[in-house]
């Protein structure tokens, strides 16, 4: 047939077949495919793979790719990227899907980093260590082995853990290692905190001490309480110390002098916690780059602007009920912006800008639950068997660790968080240290550390 004659009759054809009905389509082609040869049938087969498997990843734009990408989970991603060897270069190309995994899964992301093939690495990393967590195979315990009578007090900073016991002195411990660093004789310690030259110390009779750790020298003794001191903390800029007392007072020190600055009065109860911390937020009673003090006991909070006057006055008194039975639980968080406890009704969080509860976290069975660390993305909570970390977008428990039997310290000073920066966000370094330590009855010090990636 002429080429001319051909295109005719094809034109025919094809009018007459688009006006038929979808089965006697079927039936047509059903006919002419049993008058085929193998010719025919090949290249029917060719074509038909074309045009029914169509790579829609190969014929859209790349930015229209990364935009239907953003909508898979990362898994189904990782299963895509085994579809061909384009469809792994696509996928592997597109930055903000697999930043975003990483952010689902709790990562810190660095946004100035814009290499896709660093951020899927990153994602795999994480998820592995996701899966750790999830499987309560994160960490492994280790244990310091020292004191000769009951531990009282940890303090953990930079990799070293300090540890004041009633055998009437103070270790320093490099907790990668195991290795004590320095000892040194003090009286009982029921309070402790240090720096690279210094050791200040609360203790049971009654007063505060400062220690130099080169030479176990006293170089300062603060007196003037009337019951044990609980809790202490201090800034060499402002030159002030402050301390919490089971006498219910709260005593302001210079530091380099032991004079006592002030008393501040209006607690009821025990002042198991202080923190002396730089707000970060601007309200109406202070600004960014105050400093505060927060002094809490076994229902309240009270807030001090310490840095602006030494006579200062009560800023704010905070509590969770008027209901004597509900207690706060031993340890405090406060950030500068937030403020956060827990007690039996739940984890309380404080805007410290307006003071008002932001909210209230009540995971099941939290009667007993105390508050170790708190983040933007984790927490890490405890009771008397497990540690737990909580996820606090969702408010669920991804994870836990069993903990051996102790007692739990009713001022929260014989146990601790250790690194707490992951608490924002893993980043795959920070997962790395001491998570927790707690004393022991046999006087040895149980820590909880973060296991290397697998």
Not at 218 to 226: A, I, N, V
Not at 270 to 295: A, F, N, R
Request: proline share 2%; aromatic share 10%.
């Amino acid at each position: 047939m002429e080429k001319k004659d051909f295109e005719a009759w094809l034109d025919n054809i094809s009018i007459t077949f688009l006006s038929l009905t979808d089965l006697q389509k079927n039936e047509t082609l059903d006919h002419l495919i049993s008058l085929s040869g193998a010719v025919q049938l090949r290249h029917l087969s060719n074509n038909l793979e074309i045009l029914l498997k169509r790579d829609f990843l190969k014929l859209l734009p790349l930015e229209l790719s990364f935009y239907l990408l953003k909508w898979l989970d990362p898994q189904t991603l990782l299963t895509c990227c085994l579809v061909s060897k384009q469809w792994n270069k696509v996928i592997s190309a597109c930055t903000e899907v697999w930043q975003t995994a990483c952010k689902n899964l709790g990562w810190q992301i660095d946004d100035s980093v814009q290499d896709p093939l660093h951020w899927k690495k990153v994602y795999l990393k994480a998820i592995l260590r996701m899966k750790q967590l999830k499987d309560h195979e994160a960490f492994e315990t280790s244990s310091l082995i020292g004191h000769s009578a009951r531990v009282y007090a940890l303090y953990y900073k930079d990799g070293l853990l300090c540890t004041g016991s009633d055998d009437l002195s103070a270790k320093l411990w490099d907790v990668s290692t195991g290795q004590c660093i320095y000892g040194i004789q003090t009286h009982t310690c029921a309070a402790v905190k240090f720096d690279e030259q210094k050791l200040v110390t609360g203790s049971f009779d009654n007063t505060v001490a400062c220690w130099e750790w080169s030479s176990g020298a006293k170089t300062q003794h603060f007196r003037g309480h009337t019951g044990a001191v609980f809790s202490v903390d201090y800034n060499d800029d402002l030159d002030i110390l402050v301390s919490g007392s089971a006498d219910f007072t709260v005593k302001v020190w210079a530091l380099s002098t032991g004079t006592c600055l002030n008393t501040l009065t209006g607690h009821t109860e025990w002042v198991t916690k202080v923190v002396l911390q730089k707000c970060k937020v601007k309200s109406l009673m202070h600004s960014p780059g105050d400093y505060i003090l927060l002094s809490a006991d076994k229902y309240e909070i009270k807030i001090w602007p310490i840095g602006r006057e030494i006579n200062c006055k009560c800023l704010k008194t905070l509590s969770v009920s008027e209901d004597r039975s509900i207690s706060l639980q031993p340890r405090l968080h406060f950030d500068g912006k937030y403020i956060v406890c827990s007690s039996a009704l739940g984890l309380y969080q404080w805007d410290f800008a307006s003071y008002d509860i932001l909210r209230v976290i009540k995971p099941p069975d939290f009667s007993n639950v105390s508050l170790l660390g708190f983040g933007e993305i984790f927490a890490l909570l405890f009771d008397n068997r497990y540690l737990y970390i909580m996820d606090l977008r969702t408010e669920k428990l991804i994870s836990r660790w069993p903990l051996p039997e102790y007692r739990k310290s009713k001022r929260g000073s014989s146990f601790l968080a250790g690194e707490m920066s992951w608490l924002n966000g893993l980043n795959g370094q920070n997962d790395t240290g001491l998570v927790f330590a707690t004393s022991m009855p046999d006087h040895s010090i149980h820590m909880v550390l973060w296991k290397e990636h697998g």
